[in-house]
């Protein structure tokens, strides 16, 4: 892979601009929705047009944001360690661990621990059990590569996806209704408390990804470019890893595995862009968290007063994409 590098007046120019669409979507998507809402009078606080449009739609629309943008940094940052612009922030098996998590917890019947939904615990611990799981496996003494840390994932991936399909098989009706609705992805209001939290926690490990892009690129090119360039691959690998399993695991515990975000989102801004990670990791973060606030409010109104699973809608437009995206790659093998 060669990377063409941008000059630093372009990456602020294509930063900002992606910053104000986001921006111009956080403003219009929560007056989006079935209901209507006067905004003069939300803004005056009162009733039921505050409530809706600041705790049922404010609170959601920022949780999209916050997974969207998180997830296609984390969609950039597993394409550049695999070098593999099919990688997606799920690749390495972190959103079936969290799954797995979150079934078991719906299978055994566990409403809330310290305090939290105990879906999201156990989703989070998941994801955190595999992230560890898969370094153990792919870890070769002080070295790690990408080659086996993808195998690794792959392998672990399809236990948790069986062991997943055991406990649905064992869980009651309602208890499989509840898991099929979680493994669909889905984004709700949350209590701003939990949303601060999660952001606390999200964000500067994002802003850690951006900051690194120079890094990212070397690795892109591959281990032994990187190496030969002063830069500890191994070690960039595994604070790589980390870092974008860590947002993974988060978002989707809170979430829901919303899949294709990862993969869109990057790889249409690569087209666009360029594969420079100086430019392509921040404008993925704005464009990402816009795409799926779009999404949500598209979910909420297009069969109102339903509503369909957002990691539904991502699917439907995300499935085409990778069909076309794994056409194009058949073409240019062959060119």
């Given at each position: 892979?060669?990377?063409?590098?941008?000059?630093?007046?372009?990456?602020?120019?294509?930063?900002?601009?992606?910053?104000?669409?986001?921006?111009?979507?956080?403003c219009a998507a929560p007056?989006?929705?079935?209901?209507?809402?006067?905004?003069?009078?939300?803004?005056?606080?009162?009733?039921?047009?505050?409530?809706?449009?600041?705790?049922?739609?404010?609170?959601?629309?920022?949780?999209?944001?916050?997974?969207?943008?998180?997830?296609?940094?984390?969609?950039?940052?597993?394409?550049?360690?695999?070098?593999?612009?099919?990688?997606?922030?799920?690749?390495?098996?972190?959103?079936?661990?969290?799954?797995?998590?979150?079934?078991?917890?719906?299978?055994?019947?566990?409403?809330?621990?310290?305090?939290?939904?105990?879906?999201?615990?156990?989703?989070?611990?998941?994801?955190?059990?595999?992230?560890?799981?898969?370094?153990?496996?792919?870890?070769?003494?002080?070295?790690?590569?990408?080659?086996?840390?993808?195998?690794?994932?792959?392998?672990?991936?399809?236990?948790?996806?069986?062991?997943?399909?055991?406990?649905?098989?064992?869980?009651?009706?309602?208890?499989?209704?509840?898991?099929?609705?979680?493994?669909?992805?889905?984004?709700?209001?949350?209590?701003?408390?939990?949303?601060?939290?999660?952001?606390?926690?999200?964000?500067?490990?994002?802003?850690?990804?951006?900051?690194?892009?120079?890094?990212?690129?070397?690795?892109?090119?591959?281990?032994?470019?990187?190496?030969?360039?002063?830069?500890?691959?191994?070690?960039?690998?595994?604070?790589?890893?980390?870092?974008?399993?860590?947002?993974?695991?988060?978002?989707?515990?809170?979430?829901?595995?919303?899949?294709?975000?990862?993969?869109?989102?990057?790889?249409?801004?690569?087209?666009?862009?360029?594969?420079?990670?100086?430019?392509?990791?921040?404008?993925?973060?704005?464009?990402?968290?816009a795409f799926l606030a779009?999404?949500?409010?598209?979910?909420?109104?297009?069969?109102?007063?339903?509503?369909?699973?957002?990691?539904?809608?991502?699917?439907?437009?995300?499935?085409?994409?990778?069909?076309?995206?794994?056409?194009?790659?058949?073409?240019?093998?062959?060119?």
């Amino acid at each position: 892979m060669v990377i063409s590098l941008v000059s630093r007046r372009r990456v602020w120019r294509a930063s900002v601009l992606s910053a104000l669409f986001m921006l111009a979507v956080a403003c219009a998507a929560p007056l989006t929705g079935p209901a209507r809402v006067d905004l003069g009078r939300a803004l005056a606080g009162l009733s039921p047009d505050f409530e809706i449009l600041i705790y049922a739609r404010l609170s959601r629309v920022l949780l999209a944001l916050l997974a969207g943008g998180s997830l296609a940094v984390a969609g950039v940052l597993f394409q550049a360690l695999l070098r593999d612009a099919l990688a997606t922030p799920y690749t390495l098996g972190i959103s079936s661990g969290a799954s797995l998590g979150a079934v078991l917890a719906i299978t055994l019947g566990l409403q809330t621990f310290g305090g939290y939904p105990a879906v999201w615990v156990s989703a989070f611990a998941g994801a955190g059990v595999v992230l560890f799981l898969v370094l153990g496996i792919a870890a070769e003494g002080r070295r790690l590569s990408s080659f086996t840390l993808l195998l690794a994932g792959i392998t672990i991936n399809s236990i948790c996806l069986a062991m997943i399909l055991f406990l649905q098989n064992l869980a009651s009706f309602a208890q499989s209704f509840a898991i099929v609705r979680w493994l669909m992805g889905d984004i709700g209001p949350v209590e701003f408390r939990t949303l601060g939290m999660v952001a606390a926690a999200v964000l500067p490990v994002t802003g850690f990804v951006v900051l690194r892009a120079r890094e990212w690129n070397l690795l892109a090119v591959g281990e032994e470019w990187a190496a030969a360039r002063g830069v500890a691959a191994s070690r960039l690998i595994l604070l790589g890893y980390f870092a974008g399993s860590f947002i993974a695991g988060s978002i989707t515990a809170i979430t829901g595995p919303v899949g294709f975000v990862g993969l869109i989102v990057p790889h249409a801004l690569r087209i666009r862009l360029g594969a420079d990670h100086r430019l392509l990791a921040p404008c993925s973060f704005f464009v990402g968290a816009a795409f799926l606030a779009l999404c949500d409010a598209l979910a909420r109104t297009v069969l109102a007063p339903a509503e369909i699973p957002v990691g539904v809608l991502t699917a439907l437009v995300g499935g085409p994409f990778f069909i076309w995206l794994l056409r194009s790659r058949r073409r240019s093998l062959w060119m």
